[in-house]
Structures are given as C-alpha cells and as structure tokens.
C-alpha cells in the first residue's frame, strides 16, 4: 500500500507557471510506475504524463509537451510536475497516481494507487 499526497496547487494567470509535488508514504517507491492524471469540470479524468521506474523514461499526452516536465526524487519519494506556459484549459484537479507496471503511458493505464487531487486554476 503506498499513500500520495499532492500539493502545489493554486491559480494562477494564463502564462504562468506552478509545480505540482507528490509525497508518497508506503510502499518502496522506487519500484512504482508513476504518473499525473486530470479531470477538469464536467470531463472525464485523462492522462498527463508519466514516469517509468526505470531509466527513468517520460510519457506526455500531446496537449502538454514541451510545457510540462514530469521527474522524480526517488530519495525523497517525491514526483514533481512542473507546469509552464499554461492555458485555461489546463484547469482541472490533478492526481496522483502509482502503479506496478513500469511505466503509466496513457490514458488507458491503470494505477492501483491515487491520490486525492489538488485544483490548478488557470484563468486568461
């Protein structure tokens, strides 16, 4: 069992930018596939981007490459995502999310573990 808590969530002015952070207690956390998934308002939750256990190697849905950049602190037990240049249509509650296959690549995936969101605003 592995427990995620996000934080680094806020408002903010289209063109900015937050860091989104996620602590994981439990677990060995090196050994996790992990990612950041969205749902904003009225839509259903979506992949963002991932991060293998291995390599590590780095996964992004179209909408946001080259603007966010997933990475993780294995010693600290820690994912980030550092979120530039962002859109109103960035807005949604992002999560957490580890898993036990290698690396979470898509919408599709299917973590065993969520955490339980914080809201990113982004307003133009």
């Known amino acids: 069992q592995v427990n995620l808590i996000e934080s680094g969530g806020g408002s903010v002015q289209a063109g900015g930018s937050l860091r989104l952070s996620c602590e994981a207690s439990?677990?060995?956390?090196?050994?996790?596939?992990m990612g950041w998934f969205r749902q904003a308002p009225g839509k259903e939750r979506e992949f963002v981007a991932g991060?293998?256990?291995?390599?590590?190697?780095?996964y992004y849905t179209d909408s946001v490459k080259g603007r966010f950049t997933i990475s993780r602190d294995n010693a600290k037990k820690t994912l980030y995502l550092q979120m530039n240049s962002l859109k109103p249509e960035d807005t949604a509650v992002y999560y957490c999310?580890?898993?036990?296959?290698?690396?979470?690549?898509?919408?599709?995936?299917?973590?065993?573990?969520w955490g339980q969101g914080t809201r990113v605003t982004v307003s133009s």
């Open positions: 999310a580890a898993s036990f296959v290698e690396a979470l690549t898509g919408t599709s995936s299917s973590p065993e573990f």
């Open positions: 991060i293998s256990w291995i390599g590590p190697s780095t």
């Open positions: 439990g677990g060995t956390f090196s050994n996790y596939g």
